[in-house]
């Protein structure tokens, strides 16, 4: 079975469960485990900024951020298709009390001009505009990359308005491999950023909030009221140590096979395929023609041997990832290449 569902299926290889079997470890909650100081020290400097904290999940990363940045009755920008929005399951109203207010984007992208038209005037009787939210690589797009001189825009929008800004870059790595960009780079424009270990990177748990030492600090409180505070977790930690130290690189072989797999889908006048949008290793599906449920889409191409999840509503997505080898994904264009419902 060639598991095309998501880059979270990934499990951990012989080399890096060694490096989690000989991972030095301590009290986390005490801020005594080396191998996750060491894994956030590393993380800060990857995103050159002045803290980092070891979270379980890309959710509490970004619930703990947006707790952080607001107070209740306030309101967060972003973009409709945002996993935030999406598939968070309305963690925002239930943790902080707060409202999201989700704007169309084209491939995930806002402009500067859309979100501007969106902050809120200073009147009591309206919520408070207090963070703009983006995604990067945007998930349900098709794993785009936003535009960096779109994101220096939104940042002046915002610094002008005195809104924060928050990066969900779960996939930031895959944007930074795809466009040679540091990522740095792309994280000085916002105030907090996400990054999780378990997508493309190959490590079973964990995301990595980074911020300056007084978010993280206020972080930290919120990760203990969340239930997030793990004790010796530096096992956990040298997986997604060993993860940054050997397998962000290799991500360009999952656009590399992305990008095979979606031209030969494209081959195939069942499935529509916006190849402009194939940045990353996200592949998006449509269905043209004869329409069928997704779920009875999935479970014909699995009795084909290949695994897809469902994306959008009525679309397909697969996604490339290190525990699909390019053999495999041939064979998966091959399956679709020639579908027929």
Request: glycine share 10%; net charge neutral.
């Amino acid at each position: 079975m060639i598991d095309l569902r998501s880059d979270t299926v990934t499990k951990p290889s012989l080399a890096m469960r060694q490096a989690m079997a000989e991972a030095e470890v301590g009290d986390d909650v005490f801020g005594e485990d080396p191998s996750v100081n060491r894994l956030q020290e590393k993380v800060a400097e990857l995103l050159g900024k002045e803290d980092a904290l070891f979270v379980p999940s890309g959710c509490m990363a970004n619930q703990v951020s947006l707790k952080v940045h607001t107070q209740p009755g306030d309101e967060v920008i972003l973009e409709y298709g945002g996993h935030v929005f999406n598939y968070e399951t309305v963690a925002p109203s239930i943790l902080s009390g707060i409202q999201l207010h989700p704007l169309p984007g084209v491939n995930g992208v806002l402009t500067a001009e859309q979100i501007e038209e969106a902050i809120r005037p200073p009147a009591y009787y309206m919520p408070r505009t207090r963070v703009i939210e983006l995604e990067n690589t945007h998930n349900r797009a098709g794993g785009t990359i936003y535009p960096l001189d779109g994101i220096k825009s939104i940042r002046s929008l915002a610094e002008r308005h005195g809104i924060t800004m928050h990066l969900d870059g779960a996939r930031l790595w895959n944007a930074s491999v795809a466009t040679g960009i540091r990522m740095k780079e792309y994280a000085k424009y916002f105030d907090s950023v996400s990054v999780c270990l378990s997508k493309g990177l190959g490590a079973p748990v964990g995301s990595v909030i980074a911020a300056s030492k007084e978010f993280i600090a206020t972080a930290r409180r919120y990760r203990k009221i969340f239930g997030g505070g793990m004790r010796q977790a530096g096992i956990l930690a040298a997986a997604g140590i060993y993860a940054i130290d050997h397998n962000i690189g290799r991500l360009t072989e999952d656009h590399a096979n992305a990008r095979v797999l979606a031209e030969r889908a494209a081959e195939n006048p069942f499935f529509s395929v916006d190849l402009a949008t194939v940045q990353t290793n996200i592949v998006i599906l449509g269905i043209r023609g004869k329409k069928l449920e997704v779920e009875t889409l999935i479970r014909k191409l699995a009795e084909r041997g290949v695994l897809v999840s469902a994306g959008s509503p009525g679309k397909l997505r697969a996604v490339t990832h290190l525990d699909v080898s390019r053999t495999q994904v041939e064979e998966a264009a091959e399956i679709l290449s020639g579908f027929a419902a």
